[in-house]
């Protein structure tokens, strides 16, 4: 399989603009005669949802959730990135673009890159326009802070609840979409699998999650913008309901996964405190701009934080990297704290945590300054701890936060299967090995807002008059396979809680693919994993029937996706003989332990083509090639 990314030809600046002048074009007059089908509503969904709504065609929507405002997307706090330099200190487009790349340790497709950083400025004027009250300065400019692995002020925000105030901006376009008629929204229905006609995608088999019943929906196009897997590690950082269905069911029928061992595991999140814990909580690194982190010099040292003093603390971050400090990106900043706790410098009781501190920044600007600029996250924390950051340092450790792999896309945003484009999160597109922080929000509106209605219609112009029929046999054979699905699960009537299995492949993907991987660990895993997912199948208990709401159920199809995606991670994160961004391999590091890549071997994205129960998948590769950003050791000393 020849994977044809279809960059535009031009130099890279002009390849977007290159690229709408030269899209075919579907008369506005034939727009409401194409349907097509959007899953998933967080910021990715509901603004691809809401534009090709507002461009006249005829749109429904699916979500699991009860309302469109419930999607993960809601959880973002710290930001959204744009290249708008209103700080005047020294950023452009080519920054952001730059920045993006080297943060992804050169693993992403320099052209979508770009064209991101173009669109980022015009989504802070979307979302302007929409009322999203963005944080302003004095002056009433719109403010901005830093995130890591840049050295501009380039992220707006709304205190610490950036997603909620986007996400209502665009769940009210929806809104205004439902309401004219273009947009038919369904919730509560769960998307599980995806329907292939003659090479086509041409439509989705749902279950209705409060009846229980299987139907098929056709269209002329399906989008997938149902966000990402990092919940196959079972403690995350991502809403508890956040998982991998879609996009996998997809996979098996033809869609290239790719990348899927690139995953983010985010420095500063509350550590676990106990066994029976089934979240975690991401404390933003937006804390980063004014907290300091640090832990003992000394092994052992059980002291609390205000008994150690200046001179027997150690600043690692401030210390290995003195230009980027503190907002040393969030790899870099997790395998950093990785370290000093395998050293015994861990603190809490674990040992598995570090502090961060805001004793300085609190005497340096004032208490009423770093409430105003972080207050709802100080008192998220002091609700879940029942400590008082203003008084003593939070505690932090890394967590499974994001995944930068997910469904193959082209540079139009359509899989390999001609027909279903994937938006958001649930594409590998934009972010490489690693992503920035305050990119993903950029991106997932990038993509709906910006790209794909524009893309679509490139696709859709050569569909006319060729709609599928939802009564086909391609439709009923889908339906008939979720039936036999849904039942297997329902029927196995074991002894173990769906609840039991995810936590167990979560500790095998924590310990083996998480923040350090090895070829011996890998292989470990792949054991563990097959044998773990054989025994799910025959000993589940699924509790209640198949008819009614059953969550349960929800969750047993929901695992037994992580698992076989588990698997497929490790399979990934074995071959890839190298480190890169989040994918570290212990073997493959520099002498003081940074993230050693192999260009000549791994610059491509790895697609994988599912090839049936029990066979191995087959790996199809896109080169990567680097035009304008100069592939370098990545750097942030
Ligand atoms: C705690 C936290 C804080 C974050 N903070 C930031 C930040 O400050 N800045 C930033 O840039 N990024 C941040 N991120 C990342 C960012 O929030 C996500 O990457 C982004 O919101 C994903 O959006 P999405 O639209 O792709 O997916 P989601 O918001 O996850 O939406 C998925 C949608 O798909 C639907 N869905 C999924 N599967 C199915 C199915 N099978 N059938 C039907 N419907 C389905 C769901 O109902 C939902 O509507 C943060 C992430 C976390 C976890």
Same mark, same amino acid.
């Given at each position: 399989m020849q994977l044809d990314s279809k960059i535009p030809p031009g130099p890279l600046a002009d390849k977007w603009a290159y690229a709408k002048s030269h899209y075919k074009l579907v008369n506005p007059a034939n727009k409401r005669k194409y349907d097509i089908i959007v899953v998933g509503a967080g910021l990715a969904g509901a603004s691809a949802a809401a534009s090709l709504g507002e461009l006249g065609y005829n749109v429904k929507c699916f979500v699991y959730h009860d309302s469109p405002r419930r999607a993960h997307s809601i959880a973002a706090q710290g930001g959204i990135n744009a290249a708008k330099n209103y700080r005047n200190d020294g950023d452009s487009v080519y920054r952001l673009f730059y920045d993006t790349i080297k943060g992804g340790d050169y693993r992403a497709r320099e052209a979508n890159v770009h064209r991101l950083a173009e669109l980022s400025v015009n989504i802070i004027d979307q979302a302007v326009a929409q009322g999203v009250p963005f944080a302003r300065e004095y002056g009433g400019a719109l403010e901005n802070r830093s995130f890591g692995g840049v050295q501009v002020s380039r992220t707006f925000y709304a205190r610490g609840q950036t997603g909620q105030q986007l996400l209502l901006g665009a769940f009210q376009a929806l809104e205004r979409q439902i309401a004219l008629g273009t947009v038919k929204q369904f919730n509560r229905y769960e998307m599980l699998d995806l329907v292939v006609?003659?090479?086509?995608?041409?439509?989705?088999?749902?279950?209705?999650?409060?009846n229980g019943k299987i139907e098929a929906h056709a269209a002329d196009a399906v989008v997938l913008g149902t966000g990402g897997y990092?919940?196959?590690?079972?403690?995350?950082t991502n809403a508890k309901a956040s998982n991998a269905t879609s996009i996998w069911r997809a996979h098996k029928r033809g869609a290239l996964f790719a990348n899927p061992c690139y995953t983010q595991i985010h420095p500063t999140c509350i550590p676990q405190s106990g066994d029976y814990q089934s979240k975690l909580t991401l404390m933003s690194e937006s804390l980063r701009n004014d907290g300091r982190i640090w832990v003992p010099k000394t092994q052992g040292d059980t002291r609390g934080p205000k008994q150690i003093p200046e001179a027997e603390r150690d600043y690692y971050l401030e210390r290995k990297y003195p230009s980027f400090g503190n907002l040393a990106p969030r790899d870099i900043a997790s395998r950093a704290a990785k370290e000093v706790c395998d050293e015994g410098r861990g603190i809490g009781g674990s040992g598995r945590g570090v502090y961060l501190d805001f &004793?300085?920044? =609190?005497?340096?600007?004032?208490?009423?300054?770093?409430?105003?600029?972080?207050?709802?996250?100080?008192?998220?924390?002091?609700?879940?701890?029942?400590?008082?950051?203003?008084?003593?340092?939070?505690?932090?450790?890394?967590?499974?936060?994001?995944?930068?792999?997910?469904?193959?896309?082209?540079?139009?945003?359509? /899989?390999?299967?001609?027909?279903?484009?994937?938006? @958001?999160?649930?594409?590998?597109?934009?972010?490489?090995?690693?992503?920035? @922080?305050? /990119?993903a929000l950029m991106q997932g509106l990038a993509d709906g807002y910006f790209v794909l209605p524009v893309t679509i219609g490139d696709y859709l112009a050569t569909q006319f008059g060729k709609k599928a029929d939802a009564k086909s046999s391609a439709f009923s054979d889908a339906e008939n396979d979720v039936r036999r699905r849904v039942s297997r699960?329902?029927?196995?009537?074991?002894?173990?809680?769906?609840?039991?299995?995810?936590?167990?492949?979560?500790? =095998?993907?924590?310990?083996?693919?998480?923040?350090?991987? /090895?070829?011996?660990?890998?292989?470990? &895993?792949?054991?563990?994993?097959?044998? /773990?997912?054989?025994?799910?199948?025959?000993?589940?208990?699924?509790?209640?029937? @198949?008819?009614?709401?059953?969550q349960a159920l929800e969750k047993a199809g929901r695992v037994a996706d992580f698992f076989e995606l588990a698997e497929l991670m490790c399979i990934d994160a074995l071959h890839r003989e190298e480190s890169a961004g989040g994918h570290f391999r212990v073997e493959y590091q520099t002498p003081d332990g940074e993230a050693q890549r192999n260009d000549e071997q791994f610059l491509y994205v790895g697609g994988w083509e599912y090839k049936g129960e029990g066979n191995e998948p087959v790996l199809h590769k896109e080169p990567l090639v680097y035009e304008e950003a100069k592939l370098a050791t990545r750097s942030y000393k």
């Open positions: 006609v003659d090479g086509h995608a041409k439509g989705i088999i749902t279950r209705n999650l409060l990092v919940n196959v590690f079972y403690l995350s &004793a300085d920044a =609190i005497k340096r600007l004032g208490r009423k300054t770093i409430e105003e600029r972080y207050g709802n996250l100080f008192d998220m924390y002091h609700d879940i701890t029942a400590e008082d950051p203003y008084e003593m340092p939070m505690r932090i450790y890394p967590a499974p936060h994001y995944s930068m792999g997910g469904l193959w896309v082209d540079y139009n945003l359509m /899989s390999n299967v001609p027909g279903l484009y994937v938006i @958001g999160e649930a594409n590998f597109s934009d972010h490489g090995a690693n992503r920035l @922080g305050a /990119s699960l329902v029927d196995a009537k074991g002894t173990r809680s769906v609840d039991s299995y995810h936590k167990e492949l979560g500790g =095998i993907m924590w310990e083996y693919c998480g923040m350090a991987r /090895s070829a011996e660990g890998l292989k470990k &895993a792949l054991g563990m994993i097959r044998e /773990s997912r054989e025994q799910y199948w025959r000993d589940v208990r699924v509790t209640g029937t @198949g008819e009614e709401p059953n």
